[in-house]
């Protein structure tokens, strides 16, 4: 009968320690608190790296004003940079600004057209452009204006 009576304490010290463990731990998740934050949404990138290929896009695909495959490669090949830019600039939909990159063959990549500050992160779009013996450097960084979307 002492055995019995052992055996039953037993169980329930063990059953005592188990809430107990059980208490705390749910106590803890209870005050504990962990805040993760969201990521960053892939859709705004998405928007502005459309924003920017369509840019491109439309100069490329209208036609040269004298000669040429299309009006960006007639301004790139007559060197007229600033215009160039200007062109793709003026593409990019309401809400969205870029500054525009040019880099004739192996030079170093400078700014054109007109030249602004991002108020939020960017996305850099790039295309390479064959215009006679010539190999260009086309890179729009876009970015939001107000920097949200």
């Not at 928007?47 to 695909?61: N, P, Q």
């Not at 299309?70 to 215009?83: F, I, K, M, T, Y």
Request: glycine letters at 10%.
């Amino acid at each position: 009968m002492a055995d019995l009576k052992e055996d039953v304490d037993g169980q329930i010290h063990i059953l005592e320690m188990l809430t107990l463990f059980w208490l705390f731990f749910m106590s803890a998740t209870f005050l504990i608190r962990v805040d993760v934050p969201d990521s960053e949404s892939v859709a705004l990138d998405a928007s502005l790296e459309m924003a920017g290929e369509d840019a491109i896009r439309f100069g490329l695909g209208l036609a040269p004003l004298v000669e040429g495959d299309h009006r960006l490669g007639e301004l790139l090949a007559n060197d007229q940079r600033e215009e160039a830019c200007e062109l793709m600039q003026e593409a990019l939909p309401a809400g969205k600004e870029g500054n525009c990159w040019l880099a004739k063959n192996s030079a170093t990549a400078t700014p054109h057209g007109t030249v602004g500050t991002p108020s939020g992160g960017t996305v850099a779009v790039h295309r390479l452009l064959v215009v006679g013996p010539h190999a260009w450097s086309v890179t729009l960084d876009v970015w939001a204006r107000g920097g949200g979307a």
